[in-house]
């Protein structure tokens, strides 16, 4: 029967086998057909800085009110905010603002600079479409009024109105709300108004959610879509920026001419990328990095050019404060006495040795970062304050009503670093015996876990750095607490029903702050000593340690980055969002030049 | 003939339908709201998130009942229109995929295809030779044995961290468009070395041994031996042999693609190559379940045409098959 | 290959026997094993169906027996195999003894290389290297184990049924066997896998074992489909036994050694699909497995670090054991299957 074979069936097989190989070569055929229209430049690092470290998904909106998915550059090099605030030094720094000023309780009177250009993106050519003056600002401010769904609709409740004339701005505001106001002023970027290039025909479901693939900009740099794709973002510098020509920043410019920040899948890829010099600029959390610097020294071994803000311990600087987020409103962690063992059992400066070999600071019990140093109530921490004591964690857990049950501590899996800390914590109780387990779910079902109050411990940090300690403490004491906390406010459940009347006291202060105005400083420190010392006293959150401000350059393309040592005022190296526009990145890029 | 076809396409019908069923249905059976990681990327204050909650429910279709959410999900797979990617917000799953499928196309048919005849060859040498069968054999079980991944981070370390011969990550360098340059070809043809090899190495093992095998069984039948009478030259008889035992590897083709998929997701995970597997992994690490079921849909698919495929390659070759496809139709 | 997703099938033609409307085309007149990725391809008793039970007359087994050990002792596939396989199952015993660390203890001063004091190094956290593998490969036996009997009872249990019964019993278990054959077992994993709360163990090898029984069953039904015509088996159903004591009693023990190639793949299959899943980062917490140890090791940067006694174990060991297995099944099958012993 197998003598019919008359060819062999080898080369059929090969045929039909090659067709389907065809078959998706043709598909790229289509997707190149469509691509091929665009210029294509293959960027040199020569003109380019790369980076990483920002961007967890693939660049795809330049929309500034769609927070947390806007691709990096979004605020900072497109859009930009009123006033910078640099942690470092604690100072803010008119930006698009040249001034601004309460004249009473509940008037605030800014002035624009002048000469400030929408540019639309390298694709439209970076055409000026038109200047920014006082009505964009009063467009951006009122949103918070007409659309319900943009990020900063709590000014709804405070401002009453505001107009403008050329550029200077006065808004009113129906009660003082300094600490609301304050943060619009460095933290919310000004949109432009018009109805022809800029959003003010937009309805709201295009201001929450729409691309804007095709950005009409203030800022530094312009969006170059044609370079970017799903793993980067690329800009190219606006030469119609403002900042060159204002003096008292110190003419502000870039030596480079493109920025690529690449999308970032996880550190180990990060750590590769930047080693093989592909990227200038990690922000992200590189295992193992401060051993590669020391390395580095002796006999200028291969990874000579590394570096980071500070050339010892803790090598970053801070960014938030990591807490351990006991769930208040199950048992055993509704117990004070409970609360206070883990707190005391916990080892910080181990995870600050072996999770991330001292490239973070272990937290002061009040998790106020170093920046905030000077809000630090220390009386108070020396009263109430814990530490690392096997002892007094074995005491305390005497005192409460534990009774053996298993408690969970949950982070996101593949969130490494925050997972081998748990794995570290669940030892130390286990030590003191405490039955702790590590839970990893995926990160949609650890959020619905906190979000929904099922959780044991999770754990969380606080949203960010801030110039003063009220975010911190509106995120940690913010009621009502409803069934489903959707908003990362008060996610530990601190409230009547879990605490008593404490909780109510403890959101009054903080509302007591937003009243409060911002030079009053007496009466504000009071307060914050007033809200430490419920901190310490109910310890609605167990503050661990600061995560870093990651940050590692690379000298083999670009210098001059952000150092300790180095003289002069130093800027943040941080491209996250809510850094690279707001607290002052911006300037650091401004000092780099080519190696 | 027909019979035979239809029912091959019924059962694949089928399964197709069980597989979208399921796919669809696990996402929205598992307790949770499928929008909470989504909407938190938001950042918005309570209020303004109870409004968008609402606004994103009723733009990703989870206000109607299932049963019409499942019947809008079966049109949208005729109209391939899988939904808008959370991941990608706001850019259509299809067009996602679009973007990625050359990439995993690109390594796995090539590795599949060369695996395919490179260990058939070496099967049948192993087979011919004592030697050869007491090297290639040993090291076909062990390679059988081998963890893509692991394999996968041994040619990254080597050839990439440690001799920096190649790059170990990414389908492409940083500032390149994904556009057909000489330029870009070169640059993307270096980063796919690496996964093209690891993928294509442990592929090989189990054709080796399968074709080795089916060759040992077909030299001991009948019909061999009574070649070997007639005083048929060796060679020709080992011609015979290999003819015959290449129809039962290549159903073992079809039966192999499932771990061939596997291996493919994991070695897209560690050389970062961003294919449909890396997507499909990012998915599910990021709770996009629209992204999720259009690369589970997209592998489901791949998977059941390359079984038909090689039906119908299985069906052109086999003698037996043309002489009764013949006969049916004289 | 894995064999994750079709282990079992290879030793026997399924259509060969199987009636016409079985999954390979009918005209496969050689009805060779077609299996995944040729593995163990064992075309052995393809022609005649049925090899290792081609004997089984009352009083034969113990002759043969004899006859099997004779080749077993002889064969060296199955003489490596074993010992590979066996050597591993007294580290997993006894290592425990061998270490003086903890699997997940962590020292204070970062990774370092092989030395007396560790004997394969530590971890990025200091963790002890060897003490984790042994630990690992206690973990890998116990998934393989147990991933190997849910899928070889389930597909015994659908094989039986659908062998023995026949008609519309086995029309209907046959399609579920073709539609969960074709859904790729990774892929269905990782999407559970996503949405369960953690995966224990038991639970790994459990879902493991829910998809990759279509090709044990499938074989397995084949099998019963020619016992079940036999002369000992009509006997017992002239005496009035009950099916399930007739699949027990007579067809089962004379597919034994059949059953337990068919258990030793999927045992191999299940260690390096679970290896997967914990690579991916989707396996139990809290347990050191050797894919658990892969993946920390990739995401801790162990390839740039250059912390290659971190890596390269766990894979090593996988391939060893799941190869040893593979050697061990081909031996055996040469034992059991005399057309084979030639070579």
């Not at chain 2, 048919?109 to 087979?127: E, H």
Request: glycine share 8%.
């Amino acid at each position: 029967m197998f003598a019919r074979k008359k060819k062999g069936f080898l080369g059929v097989a090969a045929v039909v086998l090659a067709g389907s190989l065809v078959v998706p070569l043709l598909a790229i055929g289509t997707t190149a057909s469509a691509t091929t229209v665009r210029p294509h430049v293959t960027l040199s690092h020569a003109n380019t800085v790369f980076s990483s470290g920002v961007m967890y998904s693939p660049p795809t909106v330049w929309n500034p009110n769609a927070q947390g998915s806007f691709a990096t550059g979004t605020e900072g090099f497109l859009y930009e905010t009123l006033f910078l605030y640099n942690p470092i030094t604690n100072k803010y720094i008119p930006w698009l603002a040249n001034s601004g000023k309460w004249t009473s309780t509940t008037k605030y009177v800014l002035t624009l600079r002048g000469g400030i250009k929408w540019v639309s993106d390298v694709a439209n050519g970076q055409a000026v479409k038109g200047f920014m003056t006082g009505a964009d600002v009063v467009f951006t401010i009122m949103l918070a009024k007409t659309d319900p769904g943009i990020y900063y609709s709590n000014l709804a409740n405070d401002v009453s109105g505001a107009t403008a004339v050329g550029n200077t701005v006065t808004v009113t505001f129906k009660h003082p709300a300094a600490e609301d106001w304050q943060s619009f002023l460095y933290q919310d970027p000004i949109l432009p108004s018009s109805s022809v290039y800029g959003m003010g025909d937009w309805n709201n479901a295009e201001l929450n959610t729409d691309a804007n693939a095709a950005p009409v900009a203030s800022g530094p740099m312009s969006l170059d879509s044609a370079n970017t794709n799903s793993e980067e973002v690329c800009y190219t510098t606006n030469p119609n920026w403002w900042g060159a020509n204002v003096k008292s920043l110190g003419n502000p410019s870039f030596k480079f001419g493109h920025w690529c920040d690449t999308v970032n899948s996880s550190n180990n890829v990060e750590l590769t990328d930047f080693l093989t010099g592909a990227i200038d600029l990690s922000n992200n959390f590189l295992p193992g990095i401060a051993a590669l610097i020391h390395a580095a020294s002796p006999g200028g071994s291969t990874y000579g050019n590394i570096s980071t803000y500070y050339p010892r311990p803790p090598y970053m600087l801070s960014a938030n404060t990591v807490w351990l987020e006991p769930n208040l409103s199950k048992k055993p962690m509704s117990n004070l006495y409970f609360r206070k063992a883990v707190a005391a059992a916990v080892n910080e400066s181990q995870i600050v040795n072996v999770d991330y070999t001292n490239l973070v600071d272990a937290s002061n019990p009040t998790g106020l970062m170093p920046s905030q140093k000077s809000y630090i109530d220390t009386a108070a921490v020396k009263q109430y304050g814990f530490s690392f004591s096997k002892a007094t964690a074995k005491a305390d857990l005497k005192k409460s009503n534990y009774k053996g049950q298993t408690v969970t501590i949950e982070c996101p899996a593949g969130w490494t670093d925050w997972m081998a800390a748990i794995n570290l914590i669940v030892k130390d109780l286990k030590g003191v015996g405490i039955k702790a387990e590590a839970l990893f779910p995926s990160y949609a079902t650890r959020t619905s876990d906190i979000e929904d109050g099922t959780y044991d411990f999770a754990i969380d940090n606080n949203a960010s750095i801030a110039a003063d300690p009220y975010n911190y403490f509106y995120r940690m004491f913010r009621l009502p607490v409803q069934k489903v906390q959707s908003a990362q406010d008060n996610w530990e459940r601190f409230d009547a029903a879990t605490v008593g009347g404490v909780a109510g006291k403890a959101w009054a202060l903080v509302k007591d702050l937003n009243a409060t105005a911002m030079t009053a400083k007496t009466a504000r420190q009071a307060i914050f000593n007033k809200l430490e010392t419920i901190e310490l006293q109910y310890l609605p959150e167990i503050p661990v340690w600061y995560n870093g401000a990651w940050a590692q350059y690379s000298a083999s393309h670009w210098k001059h980055w952000p150092h300790s040592t180095a003289k002069g005022d130093q800027y943040t190296p941080v491209m996250w969002a809510g850094w690279l526009g707001q607290m002052t990145t911006v300037l650091a890029l401004a000092q780099l030049a080519h190696s | 003939m027909r019979r035979y076809f239809l029912k091959k396409i019924s059962i694949y019908l089928l399964t197709f339908w069980v597989a979208v069923t399921i796919d669809w249905g696990i996402p929205r059976l598992m307790p949770g709201n499928p929008l909470q990681v989504f909407l938190l990327k938001f950042r918005a204050q309570p209020d303004a998130a109870k409004y968008l909650q609402a606004y994103f429910y009723k733009a990703f279709g989870f206000n109607e009942p299932l049963w019409k959410q499942y019947l809008y999900y079966w049109d949208g797979i005729f109209h391939w229109n899988l939904g808008v990617s959370m991941f990608y917000y706001p850019t259509p799953v299809a067009t996602v995929i679009g973007q990625h499928i050359f990439y995993t196309m690109g390594l796995l048919v090539p590795a599949i295809i060369c695996a395919y005849f490179v260990g058939n060859r070496l099967g049948a040498m192993a087979a011919r030779r004592k030697v050869l069968d007491n090297s290639i054999l040993p090291a076909s079980y062990l390679i059988s044995g081998t963890p893509y991944q692991w394999f996968a981070m041994l040619l990254a370390f080597f050839l990439g961290a440690l001799w920096h011969l190649l790059p170990e990550s990414n389908a492409f360098a940083f500032g390149t468009t994904p556009v057909w340059t000489w330029t870009f070809i070169g640059n993307f043809l270096e980063h796919w070395i690496l996964p093209f090899l690891s993928l294509f190495f442990i592929m090989l093992g189990g054709w080796a041994i399968g074709m080795r095998n089916l060759i040992i069984y077909e030299l001991e039948s009948d019909y061999a031996h009574w070649l070997q009478m007639l005083g048929s030259p060796a060679r020709l008889v080992r011609r015979y042999a290999y003819r015959n035992a290449v129809l039962p590897q290549l159903t073992g083709l079809a039966l192999a693609l499932g771990t061939f998929v596997a291996g493919q997701i994991v070695t897209e995970i560690v050389f970062n190559y961003q294919g449909v597997g890396l997507l499909f992994f990012n998915a599910i690490t990021n709770s996009d379940i629209f992204l999720m079921q259009g690369a589970f849909l997209l592998v489901i698919i791949g998977v059941l045409v390359a079984n038909f495929v090689i039906d119908i390659v299985y069906v052109l070759v086999d003698p037996r098959t043309r002489v009764s496809m013949m006969g049916a139709e004289g | 290959m894995t064999d994750a997703d079709a282990p079992a099938e290879g030793m026997r033609p399924a259509s060969g026997t199987a009636p016409a409307g079985s999954d390979p085309p009918p005209v496969l007149a050689h009805g060779t094993a077609p299996d995944p990725d040729g593995m163990a391809a064992q075309p052995g008793a393809a022609t005649e169906a049925v090899a290792p039970v081609s004997s089984p007359l009352p009083g034969a087994p113990k002759r043969r027996r004899h006859e099997f050990l004779y080749f077993a002792v002889r064969n060296k596939k199955l003489l490596v195999g074993i010992s590979v396989v066996g050597f591993f199952v007294l580290v997993a015993i006894f290592g425990p003894w061998l270490t003086s660390y903890a699997p997940l203890a962590t020292g204070n001063t970062g990774w370092h290389p092989p030395s007396g004091r560790h004997w394969l190094g530590t971890t990025y956290f200091d963790e002890d290297v060897f003490s984790q593998v042994v630990y690992g490969i206690r973990a890998s036996f116990e998934v393989g184990v147990l991933g190997g009997c849910f899928s070889v009872l389930l597909g015994m249990l659908v094989g039986f049924t659908a062998g023995y019964r026949g008609g519309w019993m086995d029309e209907i278990l046959n399609l579920v066997t073709n539609v969960v054959i074709v859904i790729p077992l990774f892929a269905m994993l990782l999407i559970i896998g996503g949405y369960l709360h953690q995966l224990s163990l038991l639970w790994e090898a459990a879902l493991i074992g829910m998809f990759s029984w279509p090709w044990a069953a499938r074989a397995i039904r084949a099998q019963t489909f020619t016992l079940k015509n036999r002369e000992f088996v009509g006997l017992a159903r002239l005496s009035g036994e009950s099916s399930s004591k007739i699949i027990w009693r007579e067809i089962a023990p004379n597919m034994s050694s059949y059953l337990m190639l068919t258990f030793i793949l999927l045992f191999g299959g299940a260690i390096l699909t679970a290896s997967f899943i914990d690579f991916v980062g989707l396996g139990p917490q809290g347990v050191v497995t050797l894919g658990t140890m892969m993946n920390n090791a990739f995401f801790w940067d162990a390839l740039d670090l250059h912390i290659w006694w971190w890596f390269l174990p766990p894979g090593a060991i996988i391939t060893c054991i799941v190869g040893g297995l593979y050697l061990t099944n081909a031996g055996l099958d040469e034992v059991f299957n005399p057309k084979l012993r030639s070579l």
